[in-house]
């Protein structure tokens, strides 16, 4: 059965600090790999990971997929309030493109 | 893009009772995906259609479920006999094919009495 975990479940820390967030894999037909920010309503998109070892950044937030170990990270520097929310990670499979999600990782930041 | 956009966006309906949700997708999308999330999960893969064909449901769709995409463009999502354990968000996505980025709408949250 495919699965997709993600560590850790929840995670507090103060406005400033830096955090890393995991997602392991084991699925079939793997494509690529996805995060997304969900804050109370639909997720929105971060990044896309097709290739091992290629760091994808954006801002203050960067990610990073090794296929050998199965498993990509989710940086955060610097962090901010608005960066309270859920974290997901979702396998895209080969042929039907479906997404296979993690149960997420829930980030407060304390002002 | 206008973005994937659903509607209603909150139903509360007696058990029992049936349910239809609408999503229409970002133009020229031809992928359009259902799936459901409960509190403290990720969403759950229902089904998806290319243009106007349904390729795949999962076994979490029973008989009481069914998709649409009549025309290619907006799919609707029928719940048949309501039960209480099908409350949840059903978040309706689209990309413009294979290997593209799934975008969501904002979802419709079920509650069932």
């Known amino acids: 059965e495919d699965k997709v975990v993600q560590s850790p479940l929840s995670l507090v820390v103060h406005e400033g600090d830096t955090v890393t967030l995991n997602c392991s894999y084991e699925?079939?037909?793997?494509?690529?790999l996805l995060w997304y920010k969900q804050e109370k309503k639909a997720p929105t998109f971060l990044f896309m990971l097709?290739?091992?070892?290629i760091e994808k950044k954006s801002g203050r937030l960067s990610s990073i997929l090794d296929k050998k170990e199965l498993f990509s990270i989710l940086n955060i520097t610097a962090t901010q309030t608005g960066d309270s929310a859920v974290y997901l990670c979702?396998?895209?499979?080969?042929?039907?493109?479906?997404?296979?999600f993690g149960t997420g990782t829930r980030l407060t930041i304390i002002p | 893009d206008t973005g994937v956009s659903q509607n209603p966006r909150h139903k509360i309906t007696k058990r029992g009772q049936n349910v239809t949700f609408r999503c229409d997708p970002i133009?020229?999308?031809?992928?359009l995906y259902w799936y459901r999330q409960t509190l403290g999960q990720g969403p759950e893969f229902l089904t998806y259609?290319?243009?106007?064909?349904?390729?795949?449901k999962s076994r979490l769709l029973s008989d009481r479920f069914s998709a649409e995409r009549p025309k290619g463009s907006f799919s609707t999502l029928e719940i048949q006999r309501t039960e209480q354990g099908d409350s949840a968000m059903y978040l309706c996505?689209?990309?413009?094919?294979?290997?593209?980025?799934?975008?969501f709408g904002p979802g419709t949250r079920l509650l069932v009495l």
């Open positions: 259609f290319q243009n106007e064909a349904q390729l795949e």
């Open positions: 699925v079939t037909n793997f494509r690529s």
């Open positions: 133009s020229e999308h031809n992928r």
């Open positions: 996505a689209s990309s413009r094919g294979v290997g593209l980025v799934q975008y």
């Open positions: 097709t290739s091992s070892g």
């Open positions: 979702a396998v895209v499979h080969f042929g039907n493109e479906k997404l296979t």
